[in-house]
């Protein structure tokens, strides 16, 4: 090979890989993906809010258990959250971006115990490194009901990636009402 060609396919592997790089939702999709594998919750100590002293949470504090899991599925295009596995108030959110190849958007939909399913895109203004902020889709009736949802939900990992803090915001009547929070270490 040449040195233009060379050059040529450089540059354009550069640009490709920049462009990838300097796209915003794609960059919170991977940090997503970050997420997989099993996590338990963490020592009580370190649990705050009602969601973990009472109900199926709070039976496995200090256990092995897996209380929240990721897997990443579909050839890369889906990333599964399964909260509370085994448990009756098992959930499930399902992440994904508006279009695998070029990453604009990233939606979600979460399947509740409330017995509905909001539907969530990336708050990109919320988000950080490694906080993704997923708010509720105010262009779906859900999101503007007097329904209790889940209206926001964050997911904050460590620096060294062991630890999860994830909140689940609830709405009802237009509102906050309150805020569910976990705090898990990877498994």
Known sequence: MNYFKLTTVLLTIFAISSAFASNPAQQKYD???????????????????????????????GTNKT???????????????????GTPKEMATMYH????DNCGKIKAK??????????LILDAEKSSDK????????????CNSSEG????????????????KTTYSIYKDGMHKKDSVYHFSRK
């Open 67 to 85: 209380a929240i899991s990721f897997k990443v599925i579909g050839r890369g295009s889906t990333l599964q959250e399964n909260l509370l596995p």
């Open 31 to 61: 940090t997503l993906t970050q997420l997989q594998g099993e996590w338990k919750l963490a020592h009580a100590d370190k649990q705050e809010g009602g969601a973990t002293k009472k109900g199926p949470a709070a039976k496995i504090i």
């Open 131 to 142: 906080k993704v902020v997923m708010s509720c889709d105010m262009s779906t009736s859900l």
């Open 110 to 119: 979460h399947y509740c115990a409330k017995q509905n399913q909001p539907e």
């Open 149 to 164: 949802h889940v209206h926001r939900i964050t997911h904050e990992l460590s620096e060294d990636k062991n630890n999860l």
């Open 97 to 100: 971006c508006d279009d695998f």
